[in-house]
């Protein structure tokens, strides 16, 4: 039921004035109508309304992020080197949000398990926050003494960044794996709002 959706890496080789130095996170939080008397058909409308999980599948709630590189090159002799490299990390949270009236005891069931999807999305947020810096630091400072027009060391880059991105999607996956299997966080989460 949940979702991590990663926006395809933008790197851009420019040569711009830091307008920031190392890496920046910007959260939107955005929020999509549910209903229900109960429950069982609060979990129905989130079944319903969810963002998207693959083709077919809705979730709960969903985290997206996307990386956006801005980076500044120095020509040498004959070489290139990484002056400097900026990253824009851009996380949207998705949740639902009650719409109409609901018992004190419904209430009070949703406040915990809204708690619980926030904690379980925005540990979604503090992994791909982990990749940023992982991927800024195994970049710092790459250079070839042969390389006029920096390409090889713009393909280090990539490559190297492509690397961290594949390592942190697989710790995303095992996260989501250790929260959805059975018994795990996401049933006690769901028993928690329908019982």
Known sequence: MWSVAVAVLALVFGFANAAY????????T????????????LMRAMNLKGPKHGFLARAMAQTRYSVQWDMDWAATAGGCKLKRANAVLAVTYRYPRI?????????????????????????HGQIAQQM?????QAIAGIGNDNDPNCTKSQSEVRRRVNMV??????????????????GG????LVA????
Request: zero cysteines; a positive charge; charged letters at 30%.
């Open 99 to 123: 719409t109409g009236s609901v018992t004190p005891d419904l209430k009070r069931r949703w406040v915990r398990f809204m708690a619980g999807v926030r904690a379980h999305e925005e540990t």
């Open 165 to 182: 991105y594949a390592d942190y999607e697989r710790r995303q996956r095992k996260f989501d794996a250790k929260e959805h299997h059975y």
């Open 30 to 41: 955005e929020t999509y109508a549910v209903a229900g008397k109960n429950g069982e058909a």
């Open 21 to 28: 130095a190392g890496t920046k996170t910007v959260v939107r």
């Open 192 to 195: 928690l709002l329908t019982d």
């Open 132 to 136: 940023v810096t992982a991927a800024h």
């Open 185 to 188: 966080n996401v049933d006690g």
